[in-house]
């Protein structure tokens, strides 16, 4: 029984230094600069998980506030370059996790947030917040898997 039991701990912790060892950090100036102690996607195995992005040009690295469905746009748009970082697309995120400051814009939101998904689109969860970094109107995260 204890035999069994250290070979299940050394299994363990083998396939837990595996996993550390296929940790990546995913960056890109095509999507803006994390702003605190956090990358802006981390891939473990197949596996990548996007921090939630909010509505800041890349470029001018400047806040967008706007419509809902201007700020949606440009989430999914920072979203979609982290991923092209990795050579992924859209179409590879399997879930999202959507933040909105007031779910009576839901509808707004989810107009163009379905324009990039045209096709089999992820498993969501949307819920409403009392506030987002910045007081932006709109946060997505998302995980993807790479073939």
């Known amino acids: ?3 069994t039991l250290l070979a299940a701990l050394f299994v363990s912790l083998t396939a837990g230094a595996a996993l550390a ?23 473990a195995g197949n596996t990548i998980y996007l921090a ?15 419509t809902i469905e201007e700020e949606t746009k440009l989430v999914l748009e920072n979203l979609k370059a982290v991923l092209a970082a990795e050579g992924l697309g ?13 779910l009576n814009e839901f509808g707004k939101m989810n107009a163009v947030y379905a324009t990039f998904f045209p096709k089999n689109p992820p498993a969501r969860a949307t ?7 910045r007081d932006v109107k709109v946060e997505i995260a998302a995980i993807a898997v790479a073939p």
């Open 90 to 102: 859209m179409e590879h995120i399997v879930s999202t996790t959507v933040f909105l400051k007031d």
């Open 21 to 43: 060892q296929d940790r990546k950090v995913i960056s890109t100036p095509n999507a803006p600069e994390a702003i605190g102690p956090y990358s802006q996607a981390i891939r």
């Open 127 to 133: 819920v409403e917040v009392a506030r987002l970094p």
């Open 52 to 66: 939630g992005q909010i509505a800041i040009d890349p470029k001018t690295k400047e806040l967008k506030k706007g």
């Open 1 to 3: 029984m204890r035999k």
